[in-house]
């Protein structure tokens, strides 16, 4: 096992793995703080970790090592993420509640105008100017029902 640098090695490690039967240490098998902890800056702990000959356990100890340095960034950057879902929802939430109230208002002022007959009103006021030519064809409504066209 090594690393291969310009045309010749950097690092060279001869590794054998052989099958091992269960080592009874009087250890618990499942406090991997050393691995956490001490590994990365004892000396005698990484020996005896590459003496045990099993270039899996190394590479696990090594991976062991990244998730234990990129977890707390993750979380950090989770609870951000969290922060920033919050403040969106809340953002839509009111955003929602001003355009159903713009909605109903709009609804309201369209019931008081069809209630007090407003375009009725309007289209009558509009014949009268139209008829007595005060609208002089520069406020003409195309829309007024039976002129057709410009009376001016």
Known sequence: MGIEGLGHPQFTQAMYATPKSPVEAGVEDHDLDPFIYDCP?????????????????????????????????????????QEL????????????????????????????????????????ALVDLACTQELQGQFYWPKIQGMPEDPG
């Open 85 to 124: 879902s919050t403040a969106v929802h809340q953002f839509q939430k009111r955003f929602n509640d001003v355009t159903g109230q713009m909605v109903i208002h709009f609804e309201a002022t369209k019931k008081r105008l069809e209630a007090a007959r407003a375009r009725s009103c309007v289209q009558v």
């Open 41 to 81: 800056f004892n000396f005698t702990f990484k020996q005896a970790l590459q003496h045990v000959g099993n270039p899996g356990m190394l590479a696990e100890v090594a991976r062991l090592h990244t998730l234990v340095i990129r977890i707390p960034i993750y979380l950090e950057l989770a609870q951000s993420i």
